[in-house]
């Protein structure tokens, strides 16, 4: 069974510009979340998808955006990059949002450079 | 609100040597416990998880964890590490509560080193 999968791998920008990563789930799977890894803040939710819709979101601005298709994968949009959005971003899927002990499985992660 | 202390940054360890990782949590709610390990550069992988039952838990790799609700701890150990362990390990907590659903909590993470 194929696992998250998450492109590009890495990913350079300039300040100002806009930046979209991209997550297929696990075959099944229909909640996708978000997670951003910076240098020093540890691992922080962003947003989770689910049957198409925004369900819950973290303690972002509204810059950080995203979507799930039909077919369960999705999108992150990150507007205006500062250098501060230099992270890694990891995406997850799981099967059952309606269970808070539902396991979440990562993908490899994109490396996003604000320069 | 529910949060993860891993009370070590970097632990340091020979080859062949027993280790425990530590992690508290905080929750006024019942909880489920994962530990996931992050090689470098790479993504998480799940090493195990706690949602009921038996306190003691059993992961790939030869980990286990001990799930203390007294003591609010889900410490991770495993009686003989190898080079390849090496690695950043994170201790995470279902969120639960509207503001927290679908949300992992992640810990800092605690830097294992195994040394030759």
């Known amino acids: 069974e194929a696992g998250v999968t998450q492109s590009p791998t890495h990913l350079i920008k300039t300040r100002g510009q806009q930046a979209t990563l991209r997550c297929s789930p696990i075959?099944?799977?229909?909640?996708v979340y978000w997670y951003q890894q910076a240098l020093g803040l540890g691992l922080q939710f962003l947003l989770w998808?689910?049957?198409?819709?925004?369900?819950n979101r973290g303690n972002f601005p509204p810059r950080f955006s995203g979507r799930q298709f039909p077919n369960y994968s999705s999108e992150l949009n990150v507007n205006a990059l500062e250098l501060e959005d230099s992270a890694l971003y990891l995406c997850?899927?799981?099967?059952?949002?309606?269970?808070?002990?539902?396991?979440?499985?990562f993908g490899p992660g994109t490396r996003l450079t604000v320069l | 609100a529910q949060s993860v202390t891993q009370l070590d940054s970097q632990v340091p360890v020979f080859e062949e040597a027993p280790v425990e990782l530590r992690c508290n949590y905080s929750?006024?709610?019942?909880?489920?416990l994962f530990w996931y390990v992050q090689y470098p550069n790479q993504g998480l992988q799940l090493l195990l998880k706690?949602?009921?039952?038996?306190?003691l838990v059993k992961g790939i790799n030869g980990f286990e964890a001990e799930f203390n609700k007294s003591q609010t701890s889900f410490h991770l150990r495993k009686p003989s590490v190898h080079i390849s362990d090496t690695a950043e390990y994170f201790c995470?907590?279902?969120?639960?509560?509207?503001?927290?659903?679908?949300?992992?909590?992640f810990g800092q993470g605690t830097t294992l080193q195994v040394k030759p």
């Open positions: 929750s006024s709610v019942s909880v489920y």
């Open positions: 706690y949602l009921s039952g038996s306190t």
């Open positions: 075959s099944g799977h229909t909640s």
């Open positions: 995470a907590v279902s969120g639960q509560g509207s503001s927290n659903t679908g949300k992992l909590i």
């Open positions: 998808y689910d049957e198409g819709e925004e369900r």
């Open positions: 997850a899927s799981s099967r059952d949002r309606a269970r808070y002990s539902d396991t979440q499985y």
